[in-house]
């Protein structure tokens, strides 16, 4: 397989695309960028939704193929990349790390997507305070439940599950990134925090954050 | 490992424990049913909080620990009673099968849960048809990309991938399930309804049917 010849086809600011990069990182794989412009619709194209019918990023083209949907797509780079591991070796411990990403991946994030705020905007006809105060409160409930996981845990490390960065931490990071984005108060989660700043000193997350990818616009750059 | 020591905390209609029941099922292993009731708030008692912090089913207790997330649980089972096997081999196919469950585990299922159409009402201030309409719309959507993938890929078989059911087809038996419950016209998924059908003559999909619980009112009970 020529690992060059992967292209990922992301946004700078979804969490989904994000998670993505941080593993292609941390496992040192190149891959060429396909920015979708989510806001501008570039999803909608029928270019786009003949590679992707769910018209979402990211989408991984390898080996002729299309792959979507992000935990699919870590899946599959670990089995295919082994080293370095984004999941332990042993069943139950392999299912909390799953457990923790998923807590993020099914119960938080899809809850905030933009087309979900969309959708709450119109029909629903709901105010932006509205639009945040959902997007917070689903966060909220969300980051209590990971907070309290994450202390009470023997496995909890410098990240989620010991100290090398792995398939939670790669969902936690996007989630407190957008968080912010909705002006979360994040002091009720300091486990969280403590990680997301290991994570953030890490140079596979620096490589992977919004603000260093090519369709991030010029006054985002830093 | 003692299988009947396993317990499944789980409800009845609740489609993310219906996807565990299906994997159990399939692969033959027996457990203990743990019913919480999610109408009546059984899963904010203190002591499910203990089990599971997000107040959220299936949880599975085995070898001493408590597992959450349908989809962590069922990679467990896979990994700890690998046949007859839920996933096929080859990480591309894997990948597939993967992302149809997590089109529906992400993108679908989570905007319909209880707790959503419950903050939809309360403070949003919805009432039922609103609601209704809502549930529609993201299942709509979902359904619409899961067919077409599902029709353009020589990898659909008599279920989701080849002839034998698995992860995909255990998310997509609980969504069509919920789809009919809010009144979905289902005619525009014609494939979706054929592998329904063949999963519901299936017998480790008919024991995990909603209906053949044993927390199932006795009206439903069939």
């Known amino acids: 397989m020529n690992q060059a010849a992967m292209k990922l086809y992301g946004y700078f600011r979804s969490s989904a695309a994000y998670r993505v990069r941080i593993a292609m990182a941390l496992k040192g794989l190149a891959y060429g ?10 999803q909608w194209t029928p270019e786009f939704r ?12 390898t080996e002729g193929q299309t792959l979507t949907q992000s935990l699919a797509i870590v899946e599959y780079l670990e089995e295919v990349h ?12 392999r299912a ?35 639009c945040q105060r959902w997007s917070q409160h689903w966060i909220r409930l969300g980051f209590a439940a990971i907070e309290q996981e994450l202390t009470s845990s023997p496995w909890t490390g410098r990240f989620c599950h010991g100290d ?4 939670a931490d790669l969902c936690l990071v996007p989630q407190v990134y957008n968080a912010r984005r909705v002006a979360l108060a994040l002091e009720p989660y300091p486990t969280i925090l ?11 997350f620096r490589a992977a954050r ?9 006054e985002l750059r830093n």
């Open 33 to 42: 960028d396909r920015p979708i412009n989510l806001r501008l619709g570039d």
């Open 194 to 204: 403590r990680i997301d700043a290991a994570a953030r000193e890490h140079p596979a």
């Open 164 to 167: 090398h960065p792995g398939l």
């Open 82 to 93: 082994p080293e370095p591991a984004l999941l332990p070796k042993a069943p139950l411990e």
């Open 96 to 130: 909390r790390v799953r457990a923790l990403a998923l807590a993020i991946a099914c119960d938080i994030h899809p809850l905030n997507n933009l087309r979900v705020t969309h959708y709450l905007a119109d029909p629903l006809d709901q105010d932006e305070v509205v």
């Open 50 to 61: 003949d590679l992707n019918p769910q018209a979402l990023v990211p989408a991984l083209v």
């Open 210 to 218: 919004p603000e260093a990818q090519p369709d991030a616009p010029p």
